[in-house]
C-alpha cells in the first residue's frame, strides 16, 4: 500500500458517459497530479493541484477536468466518453511544493474501459 | 517543449545477465528521477539524481546523470527475475513539470 488511494480500481461504462475518478494522496502530501497510460504507454501528465490550487496542465482534454479539496483529495472527471479514453489512470502525490525536489508516490490506478 | 526519450523500448535478457537503459531530453535537466512500474502495478520511485555527473547506487542498480544533465543511465547488474518491469526515467526543469520518458520494457528469462 502505498498511501495514495484511488477508487474505484475498476470502471467500465458507455460512450458519451461522464464518470469521476478518486484520489486521496498519502498523509502530509500537499501536491496531487493526475496520469493517464494507456495501453503499453508511457504517462501522459494531464494536470497537477497543489494545496487546493491548480499549479499545471499537461495534455488534458477539454472534456475532462479536476479538482482537489479542501480535505486535500481529487476528483478526475471524464465527460462525453470516447472509446479513446479508455486506459489506466494513476494518480499520484508528493510532499510539499511541486518544485521537482520530491519523487512521487503512485496509486494503484483506476482502469477506465470505455464500451 | 521538452522531451524525454528512452531507449531501448524493449529489452530480453537471460537471468544473470547485466541490463542497462538510456535516458535522453531535448533539454538541460535541473534533475532525473526513475521509477520501476511492475507488469499490473503501479510506477514505484526508485532515486532522484540532481548533480551533474551524479552516480548512485542501490544494490545491484547504478544509476547516472550525465556532466551535461541533458542524459541518464539506468545500469542492473546481474538480473533477476524480480527485476521484470517497465523503468521510466523523468525529467525536471524549474516552473514546469515532470516528464517522462516512454519507459524501458525488462523481461529476464529464467
Known amino acids: 500500500d502505498s498511501g495514495v488511494t484511488q477508487t474505484p480500481k475498476h470502471l467500465i461504462t458507455a460512450t458519451g458517459q461522464r464518470v469521476t475518478l478518486r484520489c486521496s494522496p498519502r498523509?502530509?502530501?500537499?501536491?496531487v497530479y493526475w496520469y493517464q497510460q494507456s495501453l503499453d504507454q508511457g504517462l501522459q501528465f494531464l494536470i497537477q493541484?497543489?494545496?487546493?490550487?491548480?499549479?499545471a496542465k499537461g495534455n488534458i482534454l477539454e472534456r475532462f477536468s479536476a479538482q482537489q479539496f479542501p480535505d486535500l483529495h481529487s476528483e478526475l472527471n471524464l465527460s462525453s466518453l470516447e472509446l479513446g479514453d479508455s486506459a489506466l489512470y494513476f494518480c499520484?502525490?508528493?510532499?510539499?511544493?511541486?518544485?521537482?525536489?520530491?519523487?512521487?508516490?503512485f496509486g494503484s490506478g483506476t482502469r477506465l474501459t470505455v464500451v | 517543449g521538452q522531451q524525454v526519450m528512452q531507449i531501448p523500448q524493449y529489452q530480453h535478457v537471460q537471468e544473470g545477465e547485466d541490463f542497462t537503459t538510456y535516458c535522453n531530453s531535448s533539454?538541460?535537466?535541473?534533475?532525473i528521477q526513475w521509477y520501476k512500474q511492475r507488469p499490473g502495478g503501479h510506477p514505484v520511485f526508485l532515486i532522484q539524481?540532481?548533480?551533474?555527473?551524479e552516480v548512485k547506487k542501490q544494490k545491484r542498480l547504478t544509476f547516472q546523470f550525465g556532466e551535461a544533465k541533458k542524459n541518464s543511465s539506468l545500469h542492473i547488474t546481474a538480473t533477476q527475475t524480480t527485476d521484470v518491469g517497465t523503468y521510466f526515467c523523468?525529467?525536471?526543469?524549474?516552473?514546469?513539470?515532470?516528464?517522462f520518458g516512454p519507459g524501458t520494457r525488462l523481461s529476464v528469462l529464467p
Open positions: 533539454t538541460t535537466l535541473s534533475n
Open positions: 499520484a502525490s508528493s510532499v510539499g511544493e511541486p518544485t521537482g525536489n520530491y519523487g512521487y508516490t
Open positions: 493541484y497543489y494545496n487546493g490550487e491548480e499549479r
Open positions: 498523509s502530509g502530501d500537499l501536491s
Open positions: 539524481l540532481v548533480k551533474s555527473g
Open positions: 523523468a525529467g525536471y526543469n524549474y516552473g514546469q513539470n515532470f516528464v
